[in-house]
């Protein structure tokens, strides 16, 4: 049966908030998982219905929470992060083969990426079933070993860990490191 609230707290940061229903009980909890849609984030005061369920640790909880006025789906959602990511893994591998940059890096990045696509795609697995999850340092080392391209394709397809803005500072930065690089080589090569 649907209930009706208000959102009393959202902590984006974490990724879990709280429903005032209304003195009909306690404040209820909803985590990040529950939204129906993720293109509007919760705020405070926000109108949503829902419905309500046990979660994995058997507490009383928000289910499939929609946001009154938000829209149903991601429809919306862009996929230029998604063809970046594969341009610039193009771009890496095909600037090996013809000798721009060294065989190695162009091996390297396009292994490096699959590992790493792959790592978000276990990781966002293993969040869902609330189960040990891959440390970020470890999703930031295969980012920074090369595998940058297949972790900005992951963060967009897979949507995961692309709205922590902690995570995504460190992650530019390991792009910023490559890219860096790359430029360097180039340079050293043409001295």
């Known amino acids: 049966m649907k209930k009706a609230g208000q959102v009393k707290t959202w ?18 909890f909803f985590h990040v998982t529950a939204l129906q849609t993720r293109a509007v984030t919760p705020t405070p005061g926000d109108r949503v219905s829902f419905e309500l369920g046990k979660g994995k640790d058997g507490r009383i909880q928000a289910l499939n929470v929609a946001i ?6 991601r429809s919306d959602a862009s996929p230029l992060p998604v063809l970046a990511g594969l341009a610039a893994l193009g ?11 060294p065989r190695q890096a162009g091996i390297v990045s396009l ?3 699959i590992i790493t696509f792959s790592a978000y795609a276990d ?3 293993r969040a869902s ?8 340092t470890t999703l930031h080392l295969l980012a920074l ?3 940058w391209p297949g972790a900005l394709a992951a963060q967009h397809l897979l949507r995961h860990k692309n709205r922590k803005r ?6 530019w930065g390991t792009v910023a490191v490559n890219v860096g690089a790359m430029a360097l080589w180039q340079y050293v090569i043409a001295a």
Not at 18 to 28: C, G, N
Not at 129 to 136: I, K, L
Not at 166 to 171: G, I, K, R
Request: glycine letters at 14%; aromatic letters at 16%.
């Open 68 to 73: 009154v006025g938000a829209p149903k789906s």
């Open 111 to 113: 292994l490096a990426s």
């Open 145 to 147: 070993c090369g595998g």
């Open 91 to 101: 771009f890496i591998v095909g600037g090996a083969l013809v000798g721009y940059f």
């Open 11 to 28: 902590h984006a940061d974490k990724g879990f908030g709280f429903i005032d229903v209304y003195a009909d009980m306690k404040d209820v």
């Open 166 to 171: 902690e995570f995504q500072v460190s992650f």
């Open 129 to 136: 079933r609330n189960t040990w999850r891959t440390p970020e």
């Open 123 to 125: 990781d966002k697995t």
